[in-house]
């Protein structure tokens, strides 16, 4: 299994300004992950964060909105940059388990309020 | 491309059984997942499917036929803390690292 942590939990901000989302990980992992959930809706994955390399973003995101950074094994950030309304959602950190190759496993995620 | 498709919403009576149904399409399968969610929470790991046939776990049992690309997500003997979203997700791609998640079921479990 792994242990996920997440910092804030939740947080309101203005527009224009951005917010930093931490996830540390109890344990070393090569990938992680960032989701979004907006209200009401499903997961979507963002980007893969690599150790020592550059994250993949997925269709519709862009690193000039949403930097990340990967400086270990076990920690990464998510920047929500020049935030809007549109930006409200729970930002969820993500790992597979370690010692598995299928179990994926989620933080408790960062509830995000953009006014 | 992904296109995950699941009921919305169901109801069920407490000691009832619910079948949650999740068909898909893919161009890369590397398993299929149910994960829950209540409400405020983050997704809990149900069930990993990757070979055709019946996971049973417990009070949950997960089916898949990828052939049909088409799975179902079975709870049986329903107790009132499984109401919750179910969440089917796909994994694809050749190093299978990406999960598409379909738009989830909301399941409430009535007295």
């Known amino acids: 299994s792994a242990v996920i942590s997440q910092k804030p939990s939740r947080d309101i901000c203005q527009r224009g300004t951005s917010l930093t989302i931490q996830c540390q990980v109890d344990s070393q992992v090569t990938m992680m992950f960032w989701y979004r959930q907006q209200p009401g809706q499903s997961l979507t994955l963002i980007a893969t964060?690599?150790?020592?390399?550059?994250?993949?973003?997925e269709s519709g995101f862009v690193i000039d909105k949403f930097p990340i950074s990967r400086p270990n094994l076990t920690f990464s950030t998510l920047t929500v940059s020049n935030m809007s309304p549109e930006d409200s959602s729970i930002y969820l950190c993500?790992?597979?388990?370690?010692?598995?190759?299928?179990?994926?496993?989620f933080g408790p995620g960062t509830r995000l309020t953009v006014t | 491309g992904q296109n995950i498709d699941q009921p919305t919403e169901m109801t069920a009576t407490e000691g009832a059984i619910v079948q949650i149904n999740c068909t898909y399409q893919?161009?890369?399968?590397?398993?299929l997942f149910w994960y829950q969610q209540h409400a405020g929470e983050a997704p809990t790991f149900l069930s990993y499917?990757?070979?055709?046939g019946l996971e049973e776990k417990g009070r949950f049992s997960s089916f898949l036929s990828r052939s049909k690309g088409y799975s179902y997500l079975l709870l049986k003997e329903l107790q009132m803390k499984d109401s919750a979203s179910y969440l089917c997700a796909v994994r694809e791609g050749a190093a299978g690292n990406k999960l598409t998640f379909g738009g989830g079921t909301r399941v409430l479990v009535k007295p």
């Open positions: 499917n990757v070979l055709d």
């Open positions: 964060a690599n150790q020592g390399s550059e994250a993949t973003y």
């Open positions: 993500s790992v597979f388990g370690t010692g598995s190759s299928y179990e994926q496993y």
């Open positions: 893919t161009s890369g399968f590397n398993g």
